[in-house]
């Protein structure tokens, strides 16, 4: 997470196969943030739950009904890049062209990321002091 005040959190990244547009998917993302008890308040505040659309196949945009895709600073943290990687290592950034992994290896000094749990799979790909 990147160096704050806040409490530490939980954070996930999943594939999802759909038929959904995107507008229409985050939709449901915020109906289920919402019926879980979630209020918008102020940007990056703490909050009991955030579903975020990181990125929609190849999709680019920027449109007024609140869809941006790719996720606009998904290539900035590692809580995202770290997952991203692990469940789709060949993925690549639609604006960038750059890989997660690639990304990753960008991202300067001072964010942290620590697994819940190890899985037997070797040690862990990516760590930043």
Do not use: K
Request: net charge negative; with cysteine; hydrophobic share 40%.
């Amino acid at each position: 997470m990147p160096v704050s005040d806040q409490p530490s959190y939980v954070n996930g990244v999943a594939v999802v196969e759909t038929e959904t547009g995107p507008g229409p998917l985050l939709a449901i993302l915020h109906g289920i943030e919402d019926d879980i008890g979630r209020v918008r308040g102020e940007r990056n505040e703490p909050r009991i739950i955030d579903l975020d659309l990181l990125a929609y196949d190849a999709h680019i945009c920027d449109s007024e009904d609140g869809v941006v895709l790719p996720h606009p600073r998904l290539h900035e943290r590692a809580f995202v890049l770290v997952p991203l990687v692990e469940i789709a290592p060949d993925w690549r950034h639609p604006v960038f062209g750059a890989s997660a992994e690639v990304l990753l290896d960008r991202l300067p000094p001072g964010q942290m990321v620590e697994p819940l749990e190890r899985v037997p799979l070797g040690p862990p790909r990516w760590q930043r002091p």
